[in-house]
């Protein structure tokens, strides 16, 4: 039996914008859902948190709601990546309009590139509007525009991948809620998101630096205020290679079909 997608790169003529396009809009026509919900959830995080501790200095400098702010856009993007990806493909499993997808002529990159950068554009689009609205509370600075940009790349990247990895392997619902209770959630609100790690004891300060959703928080952070918990540098070394394994890990699965043939 041949391969359920094809072993070639993306080419000219592909049907990878036309499968990019349609998970673009799976998620737009729900905008109220997809997006506007997930804002109006970190809204209440800050409305919340910012009131109960607005007179904590965080840094020595930075007021509470400032430093939260960047934390809240950054977990926004993280989750709905890995919920645009996940959701996605359990959906075309459960209903089973999968096979309408698998039998065109897709490459397992193609396949890949078009769930994770639709996967990006979500976390994007919902990551600004978070900033949009949270500004209005507290206008964070924007000391170095460009590791903003890297990190939220690279996080949502990462996500998306990870959405895709759990959305192979869940078989139901019901797994792929376990998959983002008791691995996504956990380690995005235990990543400094809501406090700095310095506040926290030694020993768990040495936990947090074993969770790779620290360093993708904290390089964020670094971005608008130019201070961080640990160098931006070694934050960006490990996004990158925690990127590249959890993208060669989605690869390899599509590639072999895993779970997707039956």
């Known amino acids: 039996m041949k391969p359920i997608l ?37 809204v209440l995080y800050l409305m919340i948190f910012g009131h109960v501790l ?30 645009n990806t996940s959701s996605s ?22 396949f890949y590139a078009a769930y994770v950068l639709a996967a990006v554009f ?7 509007g978070v900033l949009l609205i949270t500004a209005w509370f507290s206008m964070p600075s924007f000391e170095y525009p ?5 990190f939220a790349l690279l996080g949502a990247g990462i996500l998306g991948s990870m959405g895709l990895i759990a959305g192979i392997w869940a078989d139901k619902y019901d797994q792929l809620a376990a ?25 768990w300060q040495v936990v947090s630096h074993f969770n790779p959703f620290f360093y993708m928080i904290d390089g964020f ?3 608008f205020f130019g201070v961080s918990d640990i160098s931006p540098w070694n934050s960006l070394a ?18 072999k079909g895993y779970k997707l043939r039956n």
């Open 89 to 110: 493909l359990i959906q075309s499993k459960v209903t089973g309009n999968l096979v309408f997808v698998l039998l065109a002529p897709f490459s397992h990159l193609e």
């Open 221 to 223: 952070r670094y971005g």
């Open 146 to 150: 460009l590791w903003i940009m890297v």
């Open 6 to 42: 094809k072993k070639l790169p993306i080419s000219y003529g592909s049907g990878f914008p036309t499968l990019l396009r349609k998970e673009i809009k799976r998620f737009y026509k729900v905008g109220f859902q997809t997006v506007a919900a997930p804002v109006l959830t970190a």
């Open 179 to 203: 998959f983002q209770n008791f691995i996504i959630m956990p380690a995005t609100m235990l990543s400094g998101v809501f406090y700095s790690i310095h506040s926290l004891p030694a020993a």
């Open 238 to 255: 490990i996004v990158a290679c925690f990127f590249v394994l959890v993208s060669a890990i989605a690869l390899r699965l599509l590639q």
């Open 122 to 128: 979500r976390g994007i689009v919902v990551g600004a």
């Open 54 to 83: 607005e007179d904590k200095e965080v840094y020595g400098r930075l007021n509470y709601t400032a430093f939260l702010t960047p934390g809240l856009v950054m977990m926004s993007i993280l989750q709905n990546a890995f919920a």
